[in-house]
T-cell receptor, first 111, second 114 residues
Framework: KQEVTQIPAALSVPEGENLVLNCSFT??????LQWFRQDPGKGLTSLLL?????REQTSGRLNASLDKSSGRSTLYIAASQPGDSATYLC??????????FGEGTQLTVNP | DGGITQSPKYLFRKEGQNVTLSCEQN?????MYWYRQDPGQGLRLIYY???????QKGDIAEGYSVSREKKESFPLTVTSAQKNPTAFYLC?????????????FGPGTRLTVL
């Protein structure tokens, strides 16, 4: 059974810092890995999707990497802003067309 | 506007009642999903449907039921058999029936048992 772990559970940084969120998964037989953002009491917004054959994806200040063999992904956020404060969720798509989610990293960027 | 809508935003249920959560999408997506989120936790899959008139159990289907009579609609019923239904419920859809692409999420329904 696929298991996804995110570290740290919470992170507080001053505005302008570059930061890295970590995600690990137990079964490397995945189709893709996705990073989502969730604001309090809201639904999820897709940030980046990395196919299993890819090593990284970039969107603006966000860069996600994937090392399938070691079961790891990182989400790099450059020049963080208070508006980046949210919970970031990692999810992997394995067999059976199912997404397995981590518990998320709650990020606070202080002005 | 294209997207996924969920209603109601807040729902209160008395013990022993069945309640139905609505999920509608106008994205022409084949696949639809229901997830449950508890405080401080990730999402857990309840049910999913890849085509009309077909659906599959997820990891925590007990106490829930679904139907998929139309492509754009995937309602979830929380039955009285679900012993701890208080949670945040999220509906999602994806373009391909295989589900191997981005999932788009609705705004969620928060269910509270009184």
């Amino acid at each position: 059974k696929q298991e996804v772990t995110q570290i740290p559970a919470a992170l507080s940084v001053p505005e302008g810092e570059n930061l890295v969120l970590n995600c690990s998964f137990t079964d490397s037989a995945i189709y893709n890995l996705q990073w989502f953002r969730q604001d309090p009491g809201k639904g999820l917004t897709s940030l980046l999707l990395i196919q299993s054959s890819q090593r990284e994806q970039t969107s603006g200040r966000l860069n996600a990497s994937l090392d399938k063999s070691s079961g790891r992904s990182t989400l790099y956020i450059a020049a963080s802003q208070p508006g980046d404060s949210a919970t970031y969720l990692c999810a992997v798509m394995s067999s059976g067309s199912r997404l397995t989610f981590g518990e998320g990293t709650q990020l606070t960027v202080n002005p | 506007d294209g997207g996924i809508t969920q209603s109601p935003k807040y729902l209160f249920r008395k013990e022993g009642q069945n309640v139905t959560l609505s999920c509608e999408q106008n994205l022409n997506h084949d696949a639809m999903y229901w997830y449950r989120q508890d405080p401080g936790q990730g999402l857990r899959l309840i049910y999913y449907s890849q085509i009309v008139n077909d659906f599959q159990k997820g990891d925590i289907a007990e106490g829930y039921s679904v139907s998929r009579e139309k492509k754009e609609s995937f309602p979830l019923t929380v039955t009285s058999a679900q012993k701890n239904p208080t949670a945040f419920y999220l509906c999602a859809s994806s373009m391909a029936a295989s589900g191997i692409d981005t999932q788009y999420f609705g705004p969620g329904t928060r269910l509270t048992v009184l």
